[in-house]
């Protein structure tokens, strides 16, 4: 009797006490096809994934740190509504779920001082690890409520967790590694702020190769309008791709479900 073997099953062989079948199962396309920048795209959900960005407490919750350090987080809620409203039609698709959080160690010890200055500029202790005030968490420490995800979006068992401790999800993550055992080919991207850590992503992302597609409604930033102009025209120009959300979920199927294995 043959039995999978592998990271998931979409990246597995057959196995048994005699004999190796190295064949990857082949999904049925599950083609979507939505009004994007520059060009209308075809998408396959059997080869996308959905990437949620640094939707947690510090940066998305008034009591978190950009609160705490002065900057206006109240634009948070359309971006919130707009990803939860992909969640289940896309997970329904088969289309995995990743959410790609800061958490940093509670030493900082791969943290140079150039990461940590970006976020405390005079060297106050008002940075990474410093307690937050009123719920004392540790900002943007791994494991903390810092690093949970806002409430009014709920991750599923199924989806995947990754931290990270730069502005790209890439560096020093396993993230690629994950994507890779998916067999993702196009990622979709969510999450804040879109000008930096979703920026600096989705670079990454487009120079290992991996199709980028910005949803400009469930993205937000706390960064004046003309850095998100500046994104968008970037990625539009030289990344990927832009659409809505509302773009994407109009093309779903009206019945989706994992999408079948070709033997």
């Given at each position: 009797?043959?039995t999978?073997l592998g990271?998931t099953?979409?990246?597995?062989?057959?196995?048994?006490a005699r004999?190796v079948?190295?064949r990857r199962?082949?999904?049925?396309?599950?083609p979507?096809?939505?009004?994007a920048?520059?060009?209308?795209?075809t998408?396959?959900?059997?080869?996308?994934a959905?990437?949620?960005?640094?939707?947690?407490?510090?940066?998305c919750h008034?009591?978190g740190?950009l609160?705490s350090?002065?900057?206006?987080?109240s634009?948070?809620?359309?971006?919130?509504?707009?990803?939860?409203?992909l969640?289940p039609?896309?997970?329904?698709?088969?289309?995995?779920?990743?959410w790609?959080?800061?958490?940093s160690?509670p030493?900082r010890?791969?943290l140079p001082?150039n990461v940590?200055?970006a976020y405390?500029i005079?060297a106050t202790?008002?940075?990474?690890?410093?307690p937050?005030?009123?719920?004392?968490s540790?900002?943007l420490?791994?494991?903390?409520?810092?690093?949970q995800?806002?409430?009014?979006?709920a991750?599923?068992d199924?989806?995947?967790?990754?931290?990270?401790?730069?502005?790209?999800?890439f560096?020093?993550?396993?993230l690629?590694?994950?994507?890779?055992n998916l067999?993702?080919?196009?990622v979709?991207f969510t999450?804040?702020?879109?000008?930096?850590?979703?920026?600096a992503?989705?670079?990454d992302?487009?120079c290992l190769?991996?199709?980028a597609v910005?949803l400009?409604d469930?993205?937000g930033?706390?960064?004046p309008e003309?850095?998100?102009q500046?994104?968008?025209?970037?990625?539009?120009?030289?990344f990927?791709?832009?659409?809505s959300a509302?773009s994407?979920?109009s093309?779903?199927p009206?019945e989706?479900?994992q999408?079948a294995?070709v033997p």
């Amino acid at each position: 009797m043959m039995t999978h073997l592998g990271p998931t099953p979409r990246n597995s062989w057959l196995v048994s006490a005699r004999e190796v079948d190295l064949r990857r199962p082949v999904s049925r396309p599950l083609p979507a096809t939505f009004e994007a920048q520059p060009q209308r795209l075809t998408v396959d959900l059997a080869r996308t994934a959905l990437l949620v960005i640094d939707m947690q407490n510090d940066f998305c919750h008034p009591g978190g740190w950009l609160a705490s350090i002065g900057l206006d987080v109240s634009g948070v809620g359309p971006v919130v509504d707009a990803i939860a409203s992909l969640l289940p039609p896309l997970r329904a698709a088969g289309v995995p779920v990743i959410w790609l959080n800061w958490g940093s160690r509670p030493d900082r010890a791969n943290l140079p001082p150039n990461v940590l200055h970006a976020y405390d500029i005079a060297a106050t202790g008002r940075g990474i690890g410093a307690p937050l005030a009123g719920s004392g968490s540790p900002a943007l420490q791994a494991c903390s409520w810092s690093a949970q995800v806002v409430a009014g979006l709920a991750p599923a068992d199924a989806d995947v967790h990754v931290a990270k401790h730069r502005m790209s999800g890439f560096f020093d993550t396993p993230l690629d590694s994950i994507l890779r055992n998916l067999c993702v080919d196009t990622v979709l991207f969510t999450g804040v702020n879109a000008d930096q850590c979703v920026l600096a992503t989705l670079t990454d992302a487009a120079c290992l190769g991996y199709d980028a597609v910005l949803l400009e409604d469930a993205v937000g930033t706390t960064s004046p309008e003309f850095c998100m102009q500046a994104t968008v025209y970037n990625v539009r120009h030289c990344f990927g791709f832009t659409a809505s959300a509302q773009s994407l979920l109009s093309a779903l199927p009206a019945e989706t479900g994992q999408p079948a294995s070709v033997p």
